[in-house]
Each structure stands twice: as C-alpha cells, then as structure tokens.
C-alpha cells in the first residue's frame, strides 16, 4: 500500500470514527485506537506534505453539527489539544515552548528559564461554549468541527450550575466561557439504573451520557440527567479580565461558574509531572471520569506570543493517562466454576496492555451478557480496565467479525467435575404468589463434590475477614483438595502435621505455624462463622445483624424466613436463602462436624433486647401476604378476632365483620389450605420460643452511645485499618455505611480522601480526620 492509498485509508476510518463518537454518541473504537490511527496519520501527512488536505481529520477538530439543531459559527474557533503519552512528550513540549518564548533553555552552565503553567484535569465530557451578554446567558454551542457546533441553548439552561445571571459585577459586555458538560461516575450508574427500569438506552460510559443528554430536542429529557459543567477557558471577550488563565478562571467562579477544585499552579514541566502522578495516584477516588491532564502556559501574553497551528495552541497540551479501554481479539471462551457451583464464562484474550497493565483475561458476567453482547470467539472486542476492576468486555466490534467467528455455549457438564450444569431460576414472592423465571446464573449441582466448588469454599472459610486462619493459601488449599485430604471445611480440623509438612512449600516451623494457626480459629464470634459458612447472599454486614439480633446459632439455624424478615436489611429473599442453607441436610452435617471438632463461639447470648416482644399479631397476618389484605387490614381482622386461632377458624361472617367481601374471602381461602395455616402456626411458635412474641417478656436494651447513628470511613487511615476503626464504631452502636448521604451523622476522613469527604463537605456534615477520631475513641475507653 502506497502512502496515499494508506493516508487516503486513514482519512476514511478516522472520519468514521468521528461520527461514531461526535455525532451518534457509540464510540466504535477506544480512544487509544483512535489515537494512533489519528498519530500514523499525521506522521505520514508529515513525511509527505504535499498530500495535506484542508478536510484532514488533523485539520480538523470533530464532528459535523447536527442537522437537527440550527448551527452556530464559533467567532474564536474551538480548537483541539495535542496530546503527550510519555514523560518525555512533555518534556519536549516544554522545550518548545522555551524555545518559542525565546527564552534561556537548560544548559551546563545552568537550569534556564522556568514557564508558568496551570494544571487542572481533563474531564471526559462534551466541550461546549457558554455566551454571556450584559451577565446573561444567551447562547450554548457544542464544540462541533472546531468552527461550527450545535445550539443547545434550551439545553444548556437546564444544568443545574450553569449560572443563567453572572454573580457579583464587573463582567464583560461579552463573555464567552468554554469549558466541559459531564456526568459524574454516581450520577452515570443511577442514570443507567433508571434507564435499564425503563427498558431505555444504557450508555457505555459517563462522556457518551453526558453527550446523548445534551443533545437531547426535548429539554425536558436533559433537565432529568445528572449534567453537571466545569469551565476551562473563556473564547471571544469583549474586554480582558486578567493576565493569566488560572486568575481568569478564578474570576470566572467569583462570577458564579464552577472550575475544577484539582486547578493548581506549576513551575516548571517538573512540577507539571508532579502533578500528572499525583492525581494519577487519585484518579480511581475522584468523584468523576478524567483521562488525563491538561497543561496551559498561564501567562495570557505568552499564550498569544506562542500562537496557534492548524487544530491545536502550541501553548496547552493534554497529557494522557494509560488507555482504560483497548482492542484485542478473543481467543476463547472459558468456564469457570465458583464457591456457589456458579459458571461464570471468561474470555481468554490476545494479550494487550491497559492501563499499564497486560491484560489476557476478561469478565463476561453470565450468558445474558454475551447474548447482550453479542460475543463471539474470534470476535475483536473493546476491554476496559480501570483501577482494580477486573477487566471486563465492553463492546464488540462487529464490522471487524471474521467469517468463521464461533457463538459461545454454555456447557451441559460442569468442566470440572462433570456434574449436570442447569440455569438457576428467579423465585418472586409476593401477596401469597410464587413467580417463577429463568435466572442469569447457570449452577454446577455438584456442590462439595465438585472440587472447585469445595476449593473456592475453603478458600472463602479461611480468608481474613471469615475464620482468618494465616498460613494457608490458594495454593495450598488446592493442594489439600486434590490429595483428598479435605472434603469440607470440617476436615482442616483434622489434619495431622504429617499430612502438612508433606505438602509443597510447607516445612516443619511453617506446618506448625498453619496447625497453630487452624487450632486458634476454633474460637470465632458468632458473626465470622456465619460468614465463614459462606451462605448465598450472606455478606459480612448480614452475619452481623444474624449474630447481634438472634444472638445463637440455633436460632439463626431454626429462623423460619418471615421471622428473618423482622431484622433489619434482610428481605424475603434473602431470608429464603438464609433457610433453606441451614435446612439442607449436607450442610448440617458439615455445621454439626464442626461444632463437634472443638468449635466454641465467642459471642452467643440472648435475643437482642430491641427484638424482645418486638411483633405484633396484625404483623404476623401482613407477612403472609394475603392477597388484597395490608398492614391496615391485618389490624381490623386482629381488632375485631383477637388471635391467630381465632382468626383461622373464622368462617366467612366472622370475617365480613372486619373486613370488606374481597379480603374477608382472601382470608378464608388462604387458611383453607393446611399447608397456609401450618405456616402460620409455626411462625407464631418460633416467635414464642425466641422471645419476639407480643406476649413475650419486654426488655431494656442497654443504650449504646452511636445506636442509630450511620457513619463512613473514607480515605487510607494510618494508625489502624479501616477494618479495625469499623469494627471500633460497630461496637459503639454505629451502623459503617459504603457511601455519603444527608442522613450520615460523622465521616472519618484520612489521606486520599476523594468525593465521599467533598460530599461530606457539600452537605456539611460532621468530619474527623484520624487524629479527632483517635481522640473520640479514647473518649469511649477504646485505646489503641
């Protein structure tokens, strides 16, 4: 392929891109890819000058306006940003800028000449340019192809800190502010939660959110998203208003418009890198999506002496992080086989690096989403990674589909024990009505025959948060399983140290250690146990409210699900899965076999005090859920009857004394069936055996100075771990919650804190950073 066939290529994909991502808002390839096809092109149109075209996309900004909106013609073009990938990137575009200033650069004799310059993030949104006239909002444009964009005035108007008056005085006749409309990574999951309620369009990611809400005709759909704007420069001004970007901004927020709070100053390009690292380091806790830095020259003077090429200043520069998203190809797809006996399908990928990182694995979630997907094997996908998130697929890119791509099958035999694979299905409970659907998830029914499903158990029992038994790994466990020396988590409590010091890696102190160590987790508190058990559905939060509200674990076992459903946080069917894991015959085997191997549990005691004659009968009839009977028609039936026995036998004048003809005759059918009235009869006996029965004896509940409050942890605390401090708060009565709201009564904020701490300070919340917290503890006799 010649040069100009290969430009001509180029010019071709990359205008296809363009519209994808500018005009459909479904980017069809990552940014990296774009990126360098874009850098090829511009190097070759370098090499052959001759071959430049005024419609190059590197003439060029984006994409064309959108003919359902009129246009506007930017007066001072929207112009683009070159980018740096590399350190030294930057570096040279620090020598450029010395040497376009004219100034001393860096030689033997000395350290030259050091540039000003400002930093702030590069959000990833949709630019957009606000005009002011006489302070009022007149006029929003996209950014367009750089000289022509969008009017989204009405638009625009709905963002709720976009200011439609200029505060304060002194602003120019005309005021043009150019900066960033984007949705924040909370504000993009409720969106899409909403969406997906609705059957509507989910995005794929907050920057094409924030572009399909902006482009919206009907202003009333954008007023419902999350936009939200930050500004980063002004265009066309009808009088200066300072001498550099950072005080130009700054006035701009004395006049009502929101900047970036990550705006800083740097001397130097050093600084600059200093800063790049920093908030890279940052970039995960960041309340919204960046995807790099850009750097500005902050002297207005030297930014107008430095000048412009065709697309882009020579006096800012974007200056990237590592891709998130990438193209690869998948090779195949794997099953892999979990705790639960869930298959969950894995991509095996072409080996690619994101985000610093060389990635050959992706998540596929469960057949839904390939079917969503519409992955093949052999297909070329979009990855994303971000943070420590496991990589997952993101989009297929199907004019890329080879002819011989394979669609994806579930297996009908587990690939590790060879047990039948079936779909789980969707149990819904509701007003006496059980509706049954397919699940997502398909199952190993193998359970602790099926070894990987007996490793990822004992994996899970042995983990820090569960049983914490130090000394035995992955690996380790594998070991066990495949020399046939566990079957469950019973039998750690039976291995000899000759059985250990045989295993790979192991020695004598280090067998000693794991025994000592397997012997030491034979007192847990209650909670850890039922955690360690690793009960579907069940999480740390959940054994915890199990262990401190019915205080044994013969109650926790015996707990029929509607009485499970007067604690708090767990509802029916969670409840269900609660019972029916302590009902099925293995695992009270395996419970018993611990128990009887030495186990003591730390913690056992009475029903929680506040649970005590906690029930009332009227709330006994509501659980049932009778058809057309509510918690208002459970207190009349109870009224007028006064007893479960009474209610049951009931005939249907009884009842129509109570209640209208529908419920009284809901009433008589559902306790004509045996079954219904057993139901009934049990739970009201258990609620008598624990203590939770109206009749039963009331108590006081010894207050606990944080009972009812709901703090966070935010940040990295350096004193402790933030598992000591929640447990420290649990124990005072406070509820660790994962996130920010107006009911949270106190915030601990260490290093790193990021949007829960700006939260925390938006609504003005209560916050200590670990030096009070340390100091409240001691208040409570908790020492460290």
Not at 135 to 144: E, I, K, N
Not at 280 to 290: D, F, K, Q, S, T
Not at 384 to 408: F, H, K, N, S, T
Request: charged share 25%.
């Amino acid at each position: 392929m010649t040069a100009e066939e290969r430009i001509s290529k180029l010019r071709t994909d990359l205008d296809k891109h363009n519209y994808s991502y500018y005009v459909l808002d479904e980017p069809s390839v990552p940014d990296a890819e774009y990126d360098r096809l874009f850098n090829e092109l511009k190097a070759l149109e370098a090499e052959h000058p001759h071959l430049v075209t005024p419609d190059s996309p590197t003439q060029r900004v984006g994409g064309a306006a959108l003919a359902a909106f009129q246009q506007i013609r930017h007066e001072v073009p929207m112009l683009s940003l070159g980018n740096a990938f590399e350190e030294a990137d930057l570096r040279e575009f620090g020598r450029r800028v010395t040497e376009g200033l004219d100034l001393p650069s860096a030689d033997l004799l000395g350290e030259g000449a050091s540039v000003d310059y400002s930093c702030e993030p590069k959000l990833d949104g949709l630019a957009v340019s606000l005009l002011y006239r006489d302070g009022q909002l007149v006029q929003g444009a996209t950014r367009g192809d750089g000289s022509t964009g969008e009017d989204i005035s009405s638009n625009v108007r709905t963002i709720r800190n976009v200011p439609l008056k200029l505060h304060g005085r002194g602003w120019p006749q005309v005021l043009e502010v150019r900066g960033e409309v984007f949705i924040s990574k909370a504000g993009f999951e409720r969106l899409n939660a909403a969406q997906a309620e609705v059957g509507g369009k989910t995005f794929a990611n907050p920057r094409n959110a924030a572009a399909g809400s902006l482009r919206q005709l009907d202003s009333k759909i954008t007023a419902s998203r999350p936009l939200e704007f930050c500004c980063y420069g002004v265009g066309q001004i009808s009088k200066p208003i300072a001498l550099s970007h950072i005080d130009t901004l700054q006035q701009l927020k004395a006049w009502g418009l929101p900047i970036s709070r990550e705006l800083r100053h740097a001397a130097g390009v050093e600084e600059c890198l200093a800063y790049y690292r920093d908030i890279g380091e940052r970039r995960n806790a960041l309340a919204y999506e960046i995807d790099g830095v850009v750097f500005k020259v902050n002297s207005l003077a030297s930014q107008r002496e430095l000048g412009f090429r065709a697309r882009e200043p020579r006096w800012a520069i974007a200056h990237k992080f590592p891709a998130l998203e990438e193209l690869t190809e998948v090779l195949d797809v794997e099953f892999q086989v979990g705790r639960t006996g869930a298959v969950t399908p894995v991509a095996r990928l072409r080996p690619v690096k994101v985000a610093g990182v060389t990635v050959s694995n992706a998540t596929l979630h469960n057949m839904d989403e390939i079917a969503r997907l519409d992955v093949h094997i052999g297909d070329t996908v979009i990855i994303r990674r971000a943070g420590d998130v496991i990589p997952q697929v993101m989009q297929v890119v199907l004019e890329r589909r080879p002819d011989d791509a394979r669609a994806v099958q579930i297996p009908h035999q587990c690939p590790v024990c060879g047990s039948h694979v079936e779909r789980t299905q969707l149990v819904k409970r509701s007003k006496g009505r059980t509706t049954i659907s397919e699940g997502a998830v398909y199952r190993c029914v193998g359970r602790l025959s099926c070894a990987a499903q007996l490793k990822q158990a004992i994996i899970h029992y042995v983990s820090r948060r569960a049983m914490d038994i130090d000394g035995i790994g992955e690996k380790s466990v594998e070991q066990l399983v495949d020399e046939g020396l566990i079957r469950s988590p019973a039998d750690l409590y039976q291995l000899t140290f000759d059985q250990v010091v045989a295993l790979e890696g192991f020695a004598e102190v280090s067998s000693n250690k794991l025994l000592e160590a397997i012997k030491a987790s034979q007192k847990p508190t209650l909670a850890r146990f039922i955690y360690a058990l690793g009960i579907p559905d069940v999480g740390e939060e959940t054994a915890k409210v199990l262990a401190r509200s019915l205080g044994s674990l013969a109650r926790v076992q015996a707990a029929l699900p509607q009485v499970l459903t007067y604690l708090p946080d767990i509802g029916l069917e969670v409840a269900h899965e609660i019972h029916n894991f302590f009902q099925d015959p293995h695992n009270q085997q395996v419970i018993e076999q611990l128990l009887a191997s030495g186990m003591q549990l730390q913690d056992e005691g009475e029903l929680a005090a506040e649970f005590a004659a906690s029930t009332t009968l009227a709330g006994l009839i509501a659980k049932l859920d009778i058809a057309s009977v509510g918690p208002t028609g459970a207190e009349k039936l109870v009224a007028k009857l006064g007893s479960l026995d009474a209610i049951i036998a009931a005939d249907g004048i009884d009842l129509r004394q109570a209640l209208s003809a529908k419920p009284a005759e809901a009433v008589r059918e559902f306790f004509k069936d045996p079954e219904h009235q057993q139901l009934a009869r049990a739970i009201e006996a258990q609620l008598l055996d624990f203590g939770m029965h109206w009749s039963s004896e009331k108590k006081t509940a010894a207050g606990l100075p944080l009972a009812g409050q709901t703090w966070v942890l935010t940040g990295s605390l350096e004193r402790m771990s933030r598992d000591i401090a929640k447990d420290h708060l649990e124990g005072l009565g406070a509820k660790v919650a994962g996130s920010v709201s107006s009911k949270t009564h106190c915030v601990v904020a260490g290093p790193g804190a990021g949007s829960k701490l700006t939260k925390a300070n938006e609504l003005g919340l209560k916050v200590l950073d670990e030096d009070a917290f340390i100091t409240f503890l001691g208040e409570h006799s908790i020492t460290l």
